[in-house]
């Protein structure tokens, strides 16, 4: 849509082309439907949050920036606000205010749509031989390559119908939530015209637990814990991967959240990520008191036993951890849940400090890329110029968005890539 508008800008005439029926399905459902426009850190602190070929990004951030966005929602009368960790969300909560923002725009600028058309192919054709003033009086290397390159000239439609053109950006997105659309059309499309496409994988996606952490993930089913700091550890190596500090869910297949979300950008990039998982070397660490050291944890539960001191130890940790936490802390620790609070040792308490300032769920698996928010990998940023976009290998061919080789954390970054590529493609 954005780079549509801005094609339109430059005076072109612009047809969109949607595989669905209406357009920006993946737009209404991010941020659970709030839409998490963007961050309100500093531009040039965005490619420190994309661990994907960051930099690649540098001259489309310089060329559209969040503010741009922001100010660009605030003229189609959409107000926004800042929450927790940078997000900037629009102020009525709905990204469908977002979406309608760009439909009108697409709208003024006269951007003809077209849903339900689903692309097939792109077609090409040799380019223009240079004419006769200009033709050089010895064919060398760079000329001959000239001769071989291939220049964009439409598409073909599943209907049968081509749609001519001479200038196409293909921004059909990743394999994540296929049902919004994206389902690697555009990977395909790329690569039938020479294109690497470098291994596709889900990033900012849930995580699995073994058969032992499972267990105990699914008597927490559904319990959200926030304000906990989390760090995935390769203990083979003894090695921390990733650290972070937020909030985090239990599911019945292992754990998810915003912190779990953006470990897995890091995981996925992990040497032998796969063996390492398999050997059951991948650790998530949950420490459920951050702001308590371990002496100081000891001494508040000291306080609790002594104000419970004749309950048992399940109702003795109340005021301490959330209730669907304490039979799996009292597992792990060995604690008979029916013991007396006045009857634990030294020992015991030690244990139970160490479980709640590390409270371990090994991890051997990430959910499938249907799942996931984001796709890492995509169309090679060596073969796209990034101060254009536009295809190093096609002439015409323009890329923006998720189908490209780059991927953010979550809290609005992903979003600020497919407008400021979408940007710089539909201007050039």
Excluded: W
Aim: with cysteine; proline share 4%; net charge positive.
């Amino acid at each position: 849509m954005m780079a549509a508008i801005q094609a339109a800008k430059q005076g072109n005439e612009v047809t969109l082309l949607e595989k669905k029926e209406s357009l920006g399905r993946k737009l209404l459902i991010t941020g659970k439907g709030r839409c998490n426009i963007t961050s309100s850190l500093p531009i040039e602190d965005f490619i420190a949050n994309i661990p994907g070929n960051g930099r690649f990004l540098y001259s489309a951030f310089q060329n559209y920036t969040n503010q741009d966005i922001i100010q660009f929602l605030k003229e189609q009368g959409v107000e926004v606000k800042e929450e927790r960790g940078n997000r900037i969300f629009p102020v009525s909560d709905k990204s469908m205010d977002v979406l309608e923002a760009f439909k009108r725009e697409l709208k003024k600028q006269k951007v003809k749509i077209k849903t339900n058309a689903e692309v097939k192919e792109i077609l090409t054709r040799k380019s223009n031989e240079p004419n006769a003033q200009e033709a050089p009086k010895k064919e060398n290397s760079k000329d001959r390559e000239k001769l071989e390159r291939k220049q964009v000239e439409g598409v073909l439609l599943a209907n049968g119908q081509i749609q001519k053109a001479d200038k196409i950006v293909l921004a059909t997105g990743g394999k994540s939530y296929p049902n919004t659309g994206s389902t690697g059309d555009g990977y395909y499309m790329a690569q039938k015209l020479g294109h690497t496409i470098t291994s596709i994988k889900p990033s900012l996606v849930p995580l699995v637990a073994n058969e032992t952490s499972l267990t105990l993930c699914k008597e927490m089913q559904g319990l959200s814990l926030k304000n906990v700091a989390i760090k995935l550890e390769d203990i083979q190596k003894k090695k921390i991967i990733y650290e972070d500090f937020g909030e985090m869910l239990f599911t019945h297949f292992g754990v998810s959240g915003p912190t779990i979300l953006s470990s897995s950008a890091h995981l996925l990039r992990y040497p032998n990520i796969k063996e390492e998982m398999k050997e059951s070397n991948i650790v998530l660490k949950i420490d459920l008191k951050p702001a308590l050291s371990l002496e100081k944890l000891d001494a508040r539960i000291q306080r609790d036993f002594e104000k419970f001191k004749n309950k048992e130890i399940r109702n003795g940790l109340q005021e301490l951890l959330p209730q669907k936490m304490i039979l799996p802390i009292l597992k792990l620790t060995q604690i008979k849940e029916t013991k007396q609070v006045n009857s634990i040792t030294k020992e015991e308490r030690t244990k139970l400090v160490k479980i709640i300032k590390e409270f371990p769920i090994t991890i051997v698996d990430f959910r499938p890329i249907e799942e996931a928010i984001i796709t890492a990998g995509g169309i090679s940023i060596k073969e796209v110029n990034p101060k254009t976009m536009e295809s190093k290998l096609i002439d015409g061919l323009y890329f923006a968005g998720e189908i490209l080789d780059v991927d953010a954390y979550t809290g609005g970054f992903n979003l600020q890539i497919a407008y400021s590529t979408g940007y710089v493609a539909g201007n050039n």
